[in-house]
């Protein structure tokens, strides 16, 4: 009886040692983030219209056949040539949305000629060289490496800055003149908010470069919206007791200015396509809304 009451009494301390409110006696105050962190850098995934050798890739794993999925000290064992002990290679997926959804008119079209999606998945480092393969520890790792992953040289990328002062955000700022389109998202997301990673269809041809800020708007033209918006399209915009006045079309909001939804920061850029995270939102962004450069940013 007294070895149940102190099991009991011992567990209720850890319940409430786990609950507790954890308080920090120096301050409450939460500091500002100054720059993306690593993992937003480097699993952040890009579109590029070169098709990757996949020659060099992961052939098994240290506890294969009954582990098909490596993390970070897991041991690995790539096929290929030219390895050497201390290289270190990013490790790659080529992707595709299994779901064929459209969130707008000639979402695919401009996907795909866009180039491939691919997504980052961490990194290894070769640490062995034995027979036909070599033997790499998974250093980094974005989620579960696996079979068929393949590899490529490792490069540093570009570690941007947020800006240092705060800017206010216009919503109805003058149109650019230089604007693209998110033609997708990390891991296949089509509703984004604060943090989420997007690719655009604009890249280094338009002189962006990682760091840059895009501003990202939305029209209210009935044949740019995706399928989901245009239901609020179908019931009367007039009311019941209106006798007689203007009828107004869905058509009129063709005419209707871009409205701003936020900002992205750029992380890294392709020929023609970039790689950007949300860090303003006014509301739900979208796979299809527009991104401009801003006029400040061109000058």
Known sequence: MKRLLLFALITSLGVWAQNRPVSNPKTNLTERALAPTYSDIYCSGFVSKENIPTTHHILAGYESPHATQYNVHDLVYLTGTGYAVGNRYSVLRKVEDPNREQMFPGQHKLLNSSGFEYADLGRVLVTRMEKESAVAEVEFSCQPLAPGDFLVPFQERPQVQFRAQKVKFEEFAPYSGTA????????????????????????????????????????????????????????????????????????????????????????????????????????DMQVGDVVEIPMRAKQ
Do not use: H
Request: hydrophobic content about 35%; proline content about 8%; cysteine-free.
């Open 180 to 283: 693209g389109r998110i033609i997708g998202a990390k891991d296949f997301d089509q509703v984004l908010g604060n943090g989420a990673k997007i690719y655009v269809n604009i890249g280094a041809n338009k002189g962006l470069r990682p760091g840059d800020y895009l501003r990202v708007t939305r029209n209210y033209d009935p044949s740019d919206m995706n399928p989901v918006d245009t239901l609020s399209l179908i019931p009367p915009n007039r009311e019941d007791t209106v006798k007689d006045g203007p009828k107004i079309g869905n058509k009129a909001g063709a005419r209707l200015p871009y409205r701003g939804v936020g900002e992205v920061i750029v992380l890294s850029v392709m020929p023609e396509t970039a790689t950007a995270m949300i860090t303003l939102s006014l509301e």
